[in-house]
């Protein structure tokens, strides 16, 4: 292909986030964007360049100088508009999770892994220079056995009910995330136990779901982790993990968002991210740049379809761990 034609599916917080990332990446063009809400989609027309905006997703999908979808939706759709773009033979970008439950979700692995359709999950953190920085020096061996990971990851309020509703729960929906990097970085986990806690919100708790949780994990390799999710935190997007070996640790910290300290008569502060559209905006567009460069070579994206059922395998279990408040093995929950 000339330049990889793009159609973008929902042009919400994440699809803004990619309509913007997009015109910069080399080698692609962005022809159709999809919203059923016409100033939404009309936004999103404006920040790609898109020559056309369809309220309906499957026109996108079926524009003949469309040959990659990028799937931005509401997590209920992901699935359906998954299919229908591969079944037209066209690759696909799906943001997490790749469906809402873990049975939709192995469905459509078989479905990609038989198509042989390039796939790639929006697990974004894998692109940030921290994340990435902190693999390559695990696979170097700098930290010698892994014994410990921790990972924190808390949001600066509840989103919407109404998203809330359709998310999947805390753990397929924001844990995820936590999910993947021990996965990313330490390897496959075996068995979680979770506690689970209604603290910021009644609603969230009336409706089955935790708004704080904390995960315990146990690695293949015999390694434990913990993990703490909130969807509160006052000053912003608490992001930060930690691995630790025979040989060392790799810390991703929480840094400053600019070099920026101000001194004043409450003392000394500092710029903090707001949430994951300032903190991991880099990250976002370099997990475009890689799908677009692996799809024109025709090498398989990264990470892909296993990656996206892992962490969801994961998620369910640890669902299931919080209902039934006992240690869930992963495959048990398979
Ligand atoms: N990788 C990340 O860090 C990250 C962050 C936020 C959200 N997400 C994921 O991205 C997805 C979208 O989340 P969001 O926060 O952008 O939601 P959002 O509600 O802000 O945006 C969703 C958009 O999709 C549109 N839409 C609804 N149904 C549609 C359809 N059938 N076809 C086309 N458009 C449709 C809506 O009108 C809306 O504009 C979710 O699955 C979420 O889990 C990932």
């Not at 790609?48 to 999908?61: K, L, M, Q, T, V």
């Not at 999950?121 to 921290?130: A, E, L, S, Y």
């Not at 040989?247 to 903090?272: F, I, M, N």
Request: hydrophobic residues 45%; negative net charge; proline residues 6%.
């Amino acid at each position: 292909v000339d330049r990889l034609g793009i159609a973008l599916l929902g042009a919400g917080r994440m699809g803004m986030t990619h309509a913007a990332a997009l015109p910069a990446i080399p080698g692609v063009r962005v022809v159709a964007v999809a919203d059923p809400i016409e100033d939404a989609r009309e936004a999103a027309r404006w920040a790609s360049g898109a020559a056309r905006a369809y309220a309906d997703p499957a026109e996108a999908i079926h524009d003949t100088e469309v040959d990659a979808v990028i799937v931005a939706t509401p997590t209920p759709t992901h699935a359906y508009l998954v299919e229908e773009a591969v079944h037209a033979g066209k690759a696909v970008f799906c943001e997490k999770p790749v469906a809402e439950d873990l049975a939709r979700a192995t469905a459509l692995w078989k479905t990609v892994r038989a198509s042989g359709v390039p796939f790639q999950i929006g697990f974004q953190r894998r692109f940030d220079p921290g994340y990435a920085e902190a693999r390559r020096r695990i696979d170097a061996g700098e930290i010698g056995t892994i014994d410990q990971f921790r990972s924190v990851g808390r949001d600066p309020a509840p989103p919407p009910l109404s998203y809330l509703k359709v998310s999947g729960g805390i753990f397929f929906d924001q844990a995820l995330h936590e999910f993947d990097l021990a996965r990313f970085l330490v390897g496959e986990v075996s068995e979680v136990m979770v506690w689970g806690a209604t603290r910021v919100a009644e609603e969230i708790g009336a409706m089955g779901d935790a708004d704080t949780a904390v995960t315990m994990l146990r690695f293949q390799s015999g390694a434990l982790g913990v993990i703490e999710n909130s969807r509160r935190a006052v000053y912003g997007y608490d992001i930060r993990t930690e691995v630790f070996g025979s040989g060392g640790k790799l810390v991703v910290d929480a840094t400053p968002k600019t070099p920026l300290l101000r001194y004043g008569e409450q003392g000394v502060s500092a710029d903090h991210y707001t949430f994951f559209t300032d903190r991991f905006r880099d990250a976002s567009h370099e997990e475009m740049r890689a799908f677009v460069a692996s799809v024109r070579a025709g090498t398989p994206p990264s990470p892909g379809i296993d990656d996206a059922l892992q962490a969801m395998k994961i998620a369910q279990a640890a669902t299931l761990s919080f209902r039934r408040q006992r240690a869930v093995p992963v495959e048990e929950a398979s």
